[in-house]
């Protein structure tokens, strides 16, 4: 151990002490954020790490645009926007602890993003401890709008059972009403399939079996081989990420695909991208399509939107960029029509207010009871290898179910939400 | 049901082929020289991701199956030669650490190169498609992988039994210090066997790329089933490895099949109890840690 | 002696300023409770893995019980900040009574394999009673008010910090007593030597059990108090990860140090919210602190300070001489 590794180690040692000493000095290089009182900080949390950095990336960008285009106008109360950004790491944990620091120290006055569910909730709890909005774009747990609403939080995406009920639907128009469900065995998987068993209740549908598979399966064949033989009309695939995409796969590997069709609650942008063609099979709730009349409307608006954004990133933006879109500019509004930064202000102004954007057709509003916004969802085909001008247009929407068909009627939600605006 | 059992079965051996394979791999840097590689899933993912891209430059599949595992074992070289080998005579829980350490920048790594989302990669025409057993289809692909690791398993074995090189690891594996005193150039010695641990690594990566899905996590998915069939089959026996593999793979799909709600903790069950009852695994030797 | 008492106030008083100096360099005061929350994890890793010579690789477990058992007591029955923890702490010490006796029959790797193992089954539990636990979706819940009956208050987050920080001296001076009673010095002499000490007439199981009774009881701690802190319980808390992040902080601070993991929280915790800020590929950074670690700092920044002093003749005393070490006999 003498000689070369001594002086090895000898050099790490002076290098990482090195390191260290300079780290003492980072913070001198850490952007002074939000002290200014001429600026109004908006704090965004994504992950910006792990699985879902491309989905917070997307989000991410999509409020960007809205904070360019707010202080292109002039900004909002007289003052320029600017964003706050932390990784939350998709960790709840670590999402509350950014939370905090973006309002303590970075002077933030609304809070928006995350992706996964459970830091969604965790960051309403700790937006709601700290007295500030927050706008839930892209976490879809049920609960966020549900038992754990908050009068200072709302949610931009759909919401779970708005997922399932939306291609619920769609699936029974399109193929039948013999369902066969794999079900991913968790929170997730549970709320999905409760929301299938309920719109299947209702449209008269059958479940003829639905397989239970555990967490961190990778391997679905013990179930796919139990398909065909239980001879469904529709396949419903509930498994979400890496999971979704091993299922897919595999089912494809088995034939099944090429048998009966495959569907399920929610598929985005990302994901189908970076499938393997033989993967990119199924019918599947799309929340939003860069492309159109059924999504699009005919806005000339939303039009250029999406080219500006395309232009600027090299791809199309995804549903996640609307939703990070949506949920900046309507807090932005929210600021602005309130006339304040004060948390009852904004969340009233918000509250029941229809609004139109250039990205979706018709109204649409943050529902007054659970501050879910209500707004159409669609389910659509995927195409394997997009169209011969544009490699990335996926996605052929193939039926649109309206916001007031699909999630659950303002009574059914005051069972579970109760929201307590402090007096 | 039964009729359902038969394929699941089948897959069971599937599976526990993979999982044979990486614990081999692993089970080899564990017998020689005490390395806990935790890194182990980091090279498996990191030969699907060579695979991808050699393919994706155009080569054939054919041609990436062999040199993304070869490339691997040139990355699992430099890495061994510059950290590992001051840590071969420490503690095997200052290698543990390394080792975690190292597949946590790996992971982030391959993010930062091949994005997070993970990338598509399919089998060559040729493979894909299915072959029909009877009642049900069966993804030619997953025959192959049987074939591949099989033939891979039956080249180690040769070279373990048959040549001289082998038969110096082997001993190298009972007594270190006496072969040394022989005149065998040790670091040579732990340089092939990490080399030979990390191809099987890389091969199974490019195997698992195909049939799950390649992200920056695929490796590490298949690392804690690997550690229990290692424990399972027993450390310090390469036969244990494979029935250790076959075990596990049969105790997943079974439990999957019967009583779903406990397959998650199917394998660690099984792992504590060989490791009450029987701590040298089912096949282990005595003095590997004891 | 004089001097270490010395050493250890100005450390104190420099926690006590901390929350008025952690804004100029960015950081809320939540952090530092976190700071002084993983420390406490780490203590209870180090307990084992620094003083007694085992691989401790699933503290996690104890300290995801502990957040469940005081989130759990808060959401359904509604009990109050002092009684949530002590249930906390309670749950871990059950949950190390069950998986303990299979513990103690192996050594070394086997040892941490089974713990690892046991807490896997732990964390797969709290993933499954989604109607109980809420899954993988987490727990939500207020923090409850801190007191008894008639005084009591809501604590705010710099409040909390001041309890967090009472609770850690608390349990430093605990830990610090505990390594100098004879306890601890078995403890050590298993580290070193177990089959020596088995000889000598000592059922080294029995100490070893209390160890991992006492390890997951402060693990527990960290874990309700964590979950205090964030209003939040999740299943990852149980995880294997959060245990290699545990010994981490202990290896990084100084395995076998008393001080060593508040350092090593320090670096850890504020280095990863400083870093994170700057850039999301802030797990090579992890990573590489971790390498840079074993290769070159094995005795972590505490104990390779403490060497270094001691080469210069400087010999602060750490009870007993077991500074940085990590080495441990294989009896069985």
């Known amino acids: 151990m003498q000689g070369p590794s001594l002086r090895r180690d000898r050099f790490i040692q002076g290098a990482a002490a090195g390191a260290a000493a300079a780290a003492f000095g980072v913070p001198a290089f850490i952007p002074r954020r939000g002290e200014a009182a001429d600026v109004i900080m908006i704090g965004v949390t994504e992950p910006y790490s792990g699985v879902y950095a491309a989905y917070g990336e997307s989000e991410t960008r999509g409020a960007q645009a809205a904070v360019d285009a707010w202080n292109k106008k002039g900004g909002v109360l007289g003052r320029q926007v600017k964003m706050a950004k932390e990784d939350e790491q998709s960790d709840p944990g670590i999402g509350v602890q950014k939370a905090r620091k973006l309002v303590n120290q970075d002077k933030c006055v609304a809070l928006m993003g995350t992706v996964s569910s459970a830091v969604s909730l965790s960051i309403s709890g700790a937006a709601n401890a700290l007295g500030v909005p927050f706008i839930d774009s892209g976490g879809h747990t049920d609960d966020v709008t549900g038992k754990d609403c908050k009068w200072n939080t709302f949610r931009v995406c759909h919401s779970t059972w708005m997922e399932t009920h939306a291609t619920g639907a769609t699936l029974a128009k399109k193929f039948g009403k013999k369902w066969y469900l794999i079900t991913p065995d968790y929170a997730f998987g549970h709320s999905l399939s409760a929301g299938y068993r309920d719109v299947a209740q209702k449209l008269g549908a059958t479940i003829v079996h639905e397989d239970l598979t555990p967490l961190g399966t990778t391997d679905f064949s013990p179930y796919l081989t139990k398909v065909l033989p239980a001879k469904p009309d529709v396949l419903l695939i509930l498994p979400q990420g890496d999971d979704f995409i091993n299922c897919v796969k595999q089912a494809n590997q088995f034939g099944i695909l090429k048998r009966i069709p495959a569907g399920g609650p929610q598929v985005e942008l990302e994901a189908v991208w970076a499938l393997p063609p033989e993967a990119r099979v199924g019918f599947w709730g799309v929340e939003w399509y860069y492309k159109g009349a059924s999504v699009l409307g005919n806005n000339a608006a939303g039009a250029k939107w999406v080219a500006d954004y395309r232009k600027k990133y090299g791809t199309p933006p995804t549903a996640r960029s609307f939703f990070g879109y949506t949920a900046m500019d309507r807090l932005l509004w929210g600021i602005s029509e309130a006339k304040s930064t004060d948390p009852v202000k904004i969340a009233r102004a918000l509250e029941g207010t229809h609004f139109t954007s250039p990205l979706v057709a018709g109204t649409l509003f943050f529902r007054k009871e659970d501050h879910q916004m209500m707004w159409p969802m669609w389910t659509a085909e995927i195409r394997a290898k997009g169209t011969p001008e544009d490699k990335y247009d996926v996605f052929n929407i193939i039926d649109r179910e309206p916001a007031l068909a699909i999630e659950q009627t303002v009574a059914e939600k005051a069972k579970v939400c109760k929201m307590n605006y402090p007096s | 049901m039964l009729e359902h059992a038969a394929p699941e079965l089948f897959n069971g051996l599937i599976l526990g082929a993979f999982y044979a394979v990486v614990a081999i791999g692993l089970s080899l840097i564990m017998n020689l020289t005490g390395t806990v590689n935790m890194a182990h899933g980091s090279f498996l993912t990191l030969g699907g991701y060579l695979a991808f891209t050699l393919v994706a430059h155009g080569t054939s599949f054919w041609f990436a199956l062999i040199i993304a595992p070869l490339l691997t074992v040139a990355v699992g070289i430099l890495v061994e030669r510059t950290m590992m080998v001051p840590l071969y005579r420490r503690d095997p829980v200052y290698s543990l650490l390394l080792t975690f350490g190292l597949s946590l920048i790996a992971e982030e790594a391959y993010r930062l190169i091949w994005g997070s989302r993970g990338v598509p990669f399919s089998p060559p025409a040729d493979l894909a498609g299915g072959v029909t057993l009877g009642f049900m289809q069966f993804p030619t692909f997953r025959l192959f992988i049987v074939g591949v690791l099989a033939v891979a398993l039956g080249l180690l074995a040769l070279f373990l039994s048959r040549t001289r090189f082998g038969l110096r690891l082997r001993a190298a594996v009972q007594d270190t210090e006496m072969i040394a005193a022989l005149g065998t150039n040790t670091q040579i010695l732990y340089m092939v066997n990490f080399a030979l641990g990390i191809f099987l690594a890389g091969l199974a990566g490019v195997l698992a790329a195909v049939m799950f899905q390649l992200s920056p996590t695929t490796g590490n998915q298949l690392l804690m089933p690997a550690f229990v069939t290692v424990i399972v089959g027993g450390m310090g026996s390469l036969y244990g490895a494979i029935a250790g593999g076959v075990l596990i793979g049969l105790a997943i799909s079974l439990t999957t099949l019967y009583i779903p709600a406990a397959s998650e903790v199917a394998m660690y069950v099984l792992m504590a109890i060989v490791l009450l009852v029987r701590p040298r695994g089912l096949f282990g030797e005595e003095g590997i840690f004891g | 002696m004089k001097g270490n008492l010395a050493a250890s106030a100005i450390v104190v008083v420099l926690l006590i300023v901390a929350p008025y100096l952690a804004p100029l360099i960015h950081l809320d005061v939540s952090i530092l409770s976190e700071v002084l929350l993983m420390a406490i994890a780490a203590m209870s890793v180090n307990l084992l893995l620094g003083y007694t010579g085992m691989l401790a690789f699933g503290n996690a477990a104890f300290f995801g019980l502990g957040a469940y ?264």
């Not at chain 3, 009591?152 to 100098?180: E, G, S």
């Open chain 3, 69 to 332: 058992g005081a989130g759990l007591s808060i959401k359904y029955f509604d009990v109050h900040f002092i009684v949530a923890t002590i249930i906390g702490v309670v749950a871990a010490v059950i949950g190390a009574l069950i998986i303990g006796p299979f513990l103690l029959r192996r050594r070394g790797i086997y040892f941490a394999l089974l713990m690892i193992a046991f807490g896997q089954v732990f964390y797969f539990i709290a993933y499954r009673l989604t109607d109980v636990t809420g899954g993988e979706d987490g727990m939500n819940f207020p923090r409850p008010w801190f007191g008894f009956s008639a005084w009591h208050l809501q604590l705010r987050d710099q409040p909390f910090y001041f309890v967090m920080l009472a609770i850690f001296i608390a349990v430093l001076a605990a830990m610090w007593y505990l390594i100098r009673s004879p306890f601890g010095r078995t403890l050590v002499a298993i580290k070193q030597n177990e089959l020596r000490v088995r000889y000598l007439g000592l059922n080294s199981d029995r100490f070893i059990f209390v160890a991992l009774l006492i390890s997951a009881a402060m693990a527990g701690l960290a874990g309700a108090l964590y979950s205090l802190l964030i209003m939040f319980a999740f299943p990852l808390m149980l995880d294997w990860h959060q245990s290699g992040d545990f010994v981490l902080t202990v290896i990084l601070g100084g395995a076998g140090t008393l001080w060593g993991p508040l350092v090593g929280s320090i670096v850890y915790v504020v280095g990863k919210d400083i870093i994170s800020t700057i850039t999301p590929a802030w797990q090579i950074f992890l990573g590489g602190l971790f390498v840079a670690c074993v290769l070159a700092f094995p005795k972590g920044l505490l104990g390779t300070t403490l060497d270094l002093l001691a080469r210069r003749g400087i010999r602060v005393e750490e009870e007993p001489a077991v500074v940085g070490t990590l080495e441990s006999s294989r009896a069985k």
